[in-house]
């Protein structure tokens, strides 16, 4: 026999009532708890969801803010705010704060010169000029005679680096790096036998900025200056001028020559390069050669734009080049004999002669024609190999 279930007997049942009764409120909790739990549970989600497109959001418009940012070499794992890019010369205090000082006034320019002892007082004269017109100044001992110099009253001011049997070129590229220099407004990178009676230096600076000259240098006095090139002889009735004429003879110079040395030209004696010129320069400068010869030839190409126009020689404001004997220093940081100056005006007033005595200035003059014919031949290669580099000279001429 079949005993069939009977919902409304058992319900008759009080205890089966108070059964399913409490079966059905469990299950209504279960129920609550579910559909409770998994709002909870799609709003969380739903919140997750916001946030990691928030960031995914914030981390793509970083990207694409920075993405383009270069920072220096080397300092990509900082923030960008700490990283100081440039430099100065300024000296400053063991203690007692120099930052934001009001008082201090930045100067505008820097003379950096290469000195020996036997030029001490010519170098007095020039530095004096300079330190009343607001110059830092830099002087690169290449005998080692520092104290020698401390007799002078400006000695503490100058700031005095000694490396023996080196020249200007050779300290600029390792003391002047662009971005240690890049708050002055120009370089004055000076040799030591100059002449400055008739040399101001603000009244030149005055000149090259109203000039637009990026790269510059003073007029030198053809008729007391022992060795000088035609372009940078003074023409007394000009305040500036871009080039040199010669009508006659190989080599002539006329108003359509745009290369040295009838046009762009300054002597490697006494150059003064703007703030941009500079960071052209120092890249120029060999790291293995010393004397830098040649590399004038070349220097048009950084004087930011057209060289007829941006290079020139001012005649107002003029030095003499005294010629004498530097840079060859023996024993007892004695001077040699120099051999004697070549011919006033001669284009080739710098190349050696077989005349000269062996000695330690004639073997100075003899590495610097070779270091000469190095960079000659690296500027060649460099320009064949490079495809993407394009002569902005050649495009001109043509």
Partial sequence: MINLFNPASALSDPKNRSFYCSLFIVASLICGAYFIGGASIAKE???????WKGIYTRQNTKFDTCKNRCQPLGSEALPEGIVAQTSDLEVRPLWGSSVNNENSKPSMSLLAIAVGINQKEIVDRIVKKFLSSDFVVMLFHYDGAVDKWRDLNWSDRAIHVSVMNQTKWWFAKRF???DIVSEY????LWDEDLGVENFDPKRYLSIVREEGLEIS??????????VYHPITARVKKLKVHRRFYKFKGSGRCDDHSSAPPCAGWVEMMAPVFSRAAWQ?????IQNDLIHAWGLDVQLGYCAQGDRTKNVGVVDSEYIVHLGLPTLGVSDGNKVTNAPAPP???DPEALAPSASDKVNDRAKVRMQSFIDMQI???RWSNAVKEDKCWVDPFQLSAN
């Fill in 280 to 284: 052209c320069v120092w890249y120029m």
């Fill in 217 to 226: 240098q003073p007029a030198l006095d053809p008729d007391k200056s022992d």
């Fill in 45 to 51: 989600y739903k919140e997750r969801l916001t946030r």
């Fill in 343 to 345: 011919q006033k005006g």
């Fill in 375 to 377: 960079f000659k031949e």
């Fill in 185 to 188: 407004e120009y370089i004055f």
């Fill in 176 to 178: 002047l790096h662009p």
